[in-house]
């Protein structure tokens, strides 16, 4: 609780354990199986399969970052960043609970197998089922779902929700192998999800090899800036087209869909630009829109709030507070752990309701969350 409202963290990450994929991927996979190399300061492993190239980040942007966040997490690297210094790190930042969400995935390569990318998610998601039995009522899991195989995906999605307890689907908002997330070929699986009533939340990851917006930038003059800078905003928008916009949310109207990491300040701007070119060329449309393209959002749709993103006060003049949610991104670079919820409330211009609203209510409506 913070300033007498609870908080609901809708995207708090966790740093994976060095032999999560040793314990719980499938053992058939022999030398593919990830292996970390150890940890680091700021207690992130980097892991490699079979011998072969690290699947993290680059080692400069990681050694960055540690040393930015080094003193204020020594807690958490001292336990391993386990299930009870995630609770602590929420007690510190005045967290009552918080869906729990993966760093790095490392399915995101169109060239892998589809059976191989979806043996690395269910490891971490029968991993992190695990992590969240800690502390059930204030840790709750979202699971990892790969788009490489919509059948394998179905299956793993069911395994999630009907065995693990998840209360929400982290998926990766890029195309792969050609094909978008509102083409047809991936409608099975949004019925799955609908039929369900499990979260759907779409947030992008990091360097992928898929393609992706930030991709095209690295290697250029200040690269990593201008790359970082566009990256998850920029993913989002496209999601949240493709699924306003694209038909899905038209054929799927239980579906709860949130788009996360990315900032919400451009979202009145999109759905102005959406309702435009629908009007204009709606008649051209494969998928006929029964509504504007802004209405699916405000029914079905959630987007989160940086706790320093000032802009969300003119977000909510324009297009109110249903929809927003916020997220601390602890334990990342950029979360400024313990203090993000602070910034949050420093905000001008922002009425209680509204932080109630963003800190409490519309997370426990995207997820369903009712026992806490």
């Known amino acids: 609780?913070?300033?007498?409202?609870?908080?609901?963290?809708?995207?708090?990450?966790?740093?994976?354990?060095?032999?999560?994929?040793?314990?719980?991927?499938?053992?058939?996979?022999?030398?593919?199986?990830?292996?970390?190399?150890?940890?680091?300061?700021?207690?992130?492993?980097?892991?490699?399969?079979?011998?072969?190239?690290?699947?993290?980040?680059?080692?400069?942007?990681?050694?960055?970052?540690?040393?930015?966040?080094?003193?204020?997490?020594?807690?958490?690297?001292?336990?391993?960043?386990?299930?009870?210094?995630?609770?602590?790190?929420?007690?510190?930042?005045?967290?009552?609970?918080?869906?729990?969400?993966?760093?790095?995935?490392?399915?995101?390569?169109?060239?892998?197998?589809?059976?191989?990318a979806n043996d690395l998610c269910k490891a971490w998601n029968s991993w992190i089922a695990d992590f969240c039995r800690v502390s059930p009522k204030r840790l709750k899991a979202s699971a990892l779902i790969t788009l490489h195989d919509v059948d394998l995906a179905?299956?793993?999605?069911?395994?999630?929700v009907n065995e693990l307890g998840v209360s929400g689907l982290s998926l990766c908002p890029e195309p792969i192998n050609g094909?978008?997330?509102?083409?047809?070929?991936?409608?099975?699986?949004?019925?799955?999800?609908e039929k369900l009533g499990v979260a759907l939340c779409f947030h992008p990851p990091a360097r992928p090899k898929q393609d992706q917006v930030a991709n095209k930038f690295f290697g250029h003059p200040n690269g990593d800036i201008v790359a970082l800078a566009l990256r998850n905003p920029v993913e989002l928008i496209?999601?949240?087209?493709?699924?306003?916009?694209?038909?899905?949310?038209?054929?799927?109207?239980?579906?709860?869909?949130?788009?996360?990491?990315?900032?919400?300040?451009?979202?009145?701007?999109?759905l102005y630009r959406l309702d435009e070119r629908a009007k204009l060329h709606g008649a051209l449309a494969d998928v006929p829109l029964s509504k504007k393209p802004s209405d699916y959002f405000f029914q079905q749709c959630?987007?989160?709030?940086?706790?320093?993103?000032?802009?969300?006060?003119?977000?909510i003049s324009r297009i109110g507070d249903d929809n927003i949610l916020i997220s601390t991104d602890y334990p990342h670079i950029d979360a400024n752990f313990p203090?993000?919820?602070?910034?949050?409330?420093?905000?001008?211009?922002?009425?209680?309701?509204?932080?109630?609203?963003?800190?409490?209510?519309?997370?426990?409506?995207?997820?369903?969350?009712?026992?806490?």
């Open 1 to 116: 609780m913070k300033h007498g409202l609870k908080a609901f963290d809708s995207d708090m990450h966790v740093y994976d354990h060095p032999d999560l994929y040793m314990k719980y991927m499938n053992p058939k996979w022999g030398d593919r199986i990830p292996v970390a190399e150890g940890w680091t300061k700021h207690g992130r492993p980097q892991f490699k399969i079979g011998g072969g190239a690290k699947l993290r980040p680059r080692e400069a942007l990681l050694d960055y970052g540690e040393k930015q966040v080094e003193q204020r997490y020594g807690f958490a690297v001292a336990r391993g960043y386990d299930a009870a210094s995630q609770v602590q790190a929420m007690d510190m930042e005045g967290l009552d609970v918080a869906v729990l969400f993966r760093t790095s995935p490392l399915h995101c390569d169109e060239t892998f197998e589809p059976e191989y």
């Open 154 to 160: 179905i299956e793993e999605v069911r395994r999630a």
């Open 179 to 193: 094909k978008f997330i509102h083409d047809r070929h991936f409608d099975p699986l949004w019925a799955e999800i």
């Open 238 to 270: 496209l999601a949240v087209s493709e699924f306003c916009a694209g038909g899905v949310l038209e054929k799927f109207p239980k579906l709860r869909v949130a788009f996360l990491e990315g900032n919400c300040a451009w979202l009145p701007w999109l």
């Open 302 to 315: 959630f987007i989160s709030v940086d706790p320093d993103e000032y802009l969300v006060a003119d977000v």
């Open 339 to 372: 203090h993000a919820l602070d910034e949050f409330f420093a905000i001008e211009e922002m009425s209680d309701a509204s932080r109630r609203k963003i800190l409490w209510d519309n997370c426990v409506r995207l997820y369903g969350v009712t026992d806490s």
